[in-house]
């Protein structure tokens, strides 16, 4: 989200962005925002956001992410998104599912209005179209739709969707964007498969016989990703299928592993500098810098005066002060009282 | 930690309607009270932050807005105004902003106290205010030294300020026969004695810190007040042509207008009679006993809502060192509380009126202005 911007130009975006802001919400000098200019409801639990962004929006390929962030209850959280439009489209948009629990989601179906204003980050992500874009088999499950979306919107756009086949799996007949299916029915002659329930190898042998010849796109829940994966290697194909993972970016590897956390090294790698360390066993992620040569900077080391307080790229540590978990990207923490529980990444700043 | 100066209640002071609490000793607690005392704040700590939300983002951007709106008022009125009311008005504006600007956001944001909120303009560590003091060491002296150390004589440099003597356990010198002097001039000049601060010159004048150590500590506050100064005094001036003197009185006014403001406050913070000094502590601080700590040696102001925003809510001086890195705007809130728990285990809760307080802080400095001997002469005779 932060993007390397000259720290003159961030000075002057801090003094007069206030005031460009009191005329309109989304202009900035520095920042990328986006007013929402339309909202659609594609199926249960399934939102478009069509989005109008500053001129600090570049544009995205097809099948790319953008992060995302929004204010829920006082607090900033940032999401990646993928977009569902083709790229160059002058409204971008983003097609969200409404994530069980999930903060960022949860704020954008009920309580995101027209008119509110969100901030962007670049987009990013290697789920794009490669050189070979004729005999293309795209396949999504669940809201693995949006970059297959993109994609196919893009071909479209470019006359080359003809000899493109699109499956997508909905969980059920309420889960299914049907305006989504007839805007792809109505784009291409070709194959167009929506279909309810579990996506198997079998099921693909049969909507799409030739799908060894194809190169091939998928992304979607994890379970069905690996499963059809695994038909892929078995028939030594691996390297005509492309994939997009929405896995939680911190491998939370010792609960998952059900050691102690006391007893586990994590690797925690500095952002500045490129560099990896493991870090042994100890009460305070402070105290385990220090262990392994580090010398972040710091003041009363029990969490009062905030001068050890360093970004949190990736990760999940435990304030022990306050008992809070922290597991989303870029969030800052005290380094004085948080305990890591998994592998970090770390930005220490520049007073390391 | 043993507390110091209670031989000051015992020097014979005038009544007064401010210390009938400040005069009384506090109970001495055993290990598991401390420990029971301490449990008590956190837990009121934990109500607060668990609530943190919309409305806590909504309150310091509020505020930041109208510190800029007052901002650009003020300036306006001083530039394009003639008479003498547009500029009273125009310096009363500018004045405002600044205290608001210094106090309500910009010492609450830099103790990290909308941190949570994840906003990078927001971020304790990388927020800067229209102060000479230079962001990079306020948040030494004053988050860290400052409130680790709450008046441990020694090791919080807060204690006088290294220019007056407030309690009998700091050395008296000739110098300190001045302090009411001093103290006047600290008040007019407040932003430069607290930039001054972190520089430690009085170390490098006894010969216990290098001139090249000082250099290095006066680079940030030399870059900083370079920018501040040519704003204030010589580009908006310049840019209000002929109105330039106008202009330059104007932004003269306003800044010691903030910092009279703001000495008066933070004055009455830790230097009204009753507030406690400490020596350093023999072992490890329990967080109970920092927490004793932060309540006896801090004192509160009395006042309405606009009066504790005005003051950045450092009238809730004891909240503030108890809670420092929560929304100060939440103090009022948290200070029933705190009062309930300090009866409960029978200790002074320092507060009085502004009035009073101030009259007790003017008292001390007037009274530590004597060496200890004629001190003693002093109140014999009386």
Redesign the interface.
């Known amino acids: 989200m ?1 993007q390397a911007i000259e720290p003159r130009l961030a000075r002057l975006a ?1 003094t007069l962005d ?2 460009l802001q ?1 005329l309109d919400e989304t202009w900035s000098l520095a920042e990328t925002r986006a007013r929402i200019v339309a909202i659609r409801d594609e199926a249960e639990d399934l939102r478009t956001f069509v989005l109008a962004p500053n001129r600090h929006w570049r544009g995205h390929r097809a099948g790319q992410f953008v992060p995302v962030s929004v ?1 829920v ?6 999401r990646c998104y993928s977009l569902s439009s083709a790229p160059g489209a002058r409204f971008p948009t983003i097609t969200v599912r409404r994530v069980p629990g999930g903060r960022a989601s949860g704020w954008l179906h009920d309580r995101a209005t027209i008119g509110d204003v969100v901030r962007l980050g670049r987009a990013s992500g290697a789920f794009v179209l490669g050189e070979e874009t004729r005999q293309l088999l795209l396949v999504s499950g669940g809201s693995g739709i949006t970059p297959c979306l993109s994609i196919a919107r893009d071909l479209a756009r470019r006359g080359e969707l003809n000899n493109v086949v699109f499956v997508h799996a909905a969980r059920s007949g309420a889960a299914t964007p049907h305006a989504i299916r007839e805007e792809l029915e109505g784009l291409t002659s070709a194959g167009i498969h929506f279909t309810v329930g579990p996506l198997t190898a079998e099921r693909i042998d049969a909507l799409v016989p030739d799908w060894a010849t194809r190169q091939t796109m998928l992304c979607g829940p994890l379970p069905m990703m690996d499963a059809l994966a695994d038909h892929w290697h078995a028939h030594g194909l691996s390297d005509r299928l492309v994939t997009e993972r929405f896995a939680p970016p911190a491998p939370l590897n010792r609960e998952r592993a059900g050691h102690s956390s006391e007893s586990t090294s994590v690797k925690v790698t500095l952002t500045r500098g490129a560099r990896s360390l493991m870090l042994a066993p100890a009460p305070t992620l402070l105290e385990a810098l220090e262990a392994a040569g580090e010398r972040p900077t710091y ?2 080391r ?1 969490g ?4 050890c ?1 360093c970004r949190k790229a990736s990760g999940l540590v435990e304030d022990l002060v ?1 008992g809070r978990r922290s597991d989303a990207a ?3 923490i005290r380094l004085c009282t948080s305990r890591a529980l998994s592998d970090l990444e770390l930005d220490l ?1 520049e007073n390391r | 930690m043993k507390p110091m100066n209670q031989s000051t209640a015992m020097i014979p002071t005038k009544p007064s309607f401010a210390t009938d609490t400040a005069t009384r000793a506090p109970r001495r607690l055993s290990r598991d009270e401390i420990a029971a005392f301490g449990a008590e704040l956190d837990a009121v700590r ?1 109500t607060v ?1 668990a609530d ?7 309150h310091i951007r509020r505020m ?2 109208l510190a ?1 709106r007052l901002e650009a008022t003020g300036r306006v009125l001083l530039h394009v105004g003639l008479d003498p009311v547009s500029f009273v008005g125009g310096v009363g504006a500018l004045s405002v902003a600044k205290i608001l600007n210094n106090m309500e956001v910009g010492h609450n944001i830099m ?2 106290q909308y ?7 927001l ?3 990388r927020f800067d205010w229209d102060n000479v003091c230079a962001a990079i060491d306020w ?2 002296s004053h ?2 030294e400052h ?2 150390y709450t008046n441990i004589v020694g090791k919080d440099r807060d204690v006088g300020y290294a220019l007056l003597r407030i309690a009998p356990e700091q050395p008296w010198n000739p110098t300190h026969l001045v302090q009411p002097v001093s103290a006047l001039w600290l008040a007019l000049t407040f932003q430069w004695g607290v930039a001054l601060h972190d520089l430690r010159i009085e170390e490098t004048l006894q010969g216990t810190q290098p001139l090249r150590t000082l250099a290095t500590r006066a680079k940030p506050f030399l870059r900083k007040a370079a920018g501040r100064v040519a704003k204030d005094y010589l580009l908006f001036p310049a840019l209000a042509l002929w109105n330039a003197p106008r202009v330059f009185a104007g932004n003269l006014l306003a800044n010691v207008a903030r910092n009279l403001w703001t000495f008066a406050v933070i004055f009455c913070g830790h230097f009204p009679e009753g507030v406690q000094t400490f020596q350093v502590p023999e072992g490890p601080e329990t ?1 109970g006993d ?1 927490y004793l700590r932060q309540l006896n040696g801090s004192a509160n102001i009395e006042g309405g809502r606009l009066f504790h925003v005005m003051t950045g809510h450092l009238s809730h001086q004891i909240e503030h060192h108890l809670f ?2 929560v929304p100060a705007a939440r103090y009022p809130e948290m200070a029933t509380h705190v009062r309930a728990i300090c009866a409960k285990y029978g200790q002074v809760y320092n507060t009085g009126t502004f009035g009073a307080q101030l009259a007790s802080v003017a008292r001390k400095i007037l009274r530590y202005a004597l060496p200890p001997t004629a001190q003693l002469e002093a109140v014999a005779s009386s």
Not at chain 1, 73 to 78: A, F
Not at chain 2, 52 to 58: F, I, K, M
Not at chain 2, 115 to 121: F, L, Q, R, S, Y
């Open positions: 932060h801090h206030p005031w009191e204010i209850d006082g607090v900033r959280v940032e003041g009363c029990q009062i005066c905030n001068t307080r306050t870029n969030e800052d700043g | 934990a932050v943190l939300g919309d409305r806590d983002l909504a930041q807005k800029r103790h990290g941190d949570w909120t994840g906003e990078p303009d971020a304790g560590n948040r030494h988050n860290y409130h680790t967080r920092w420092p890195d």
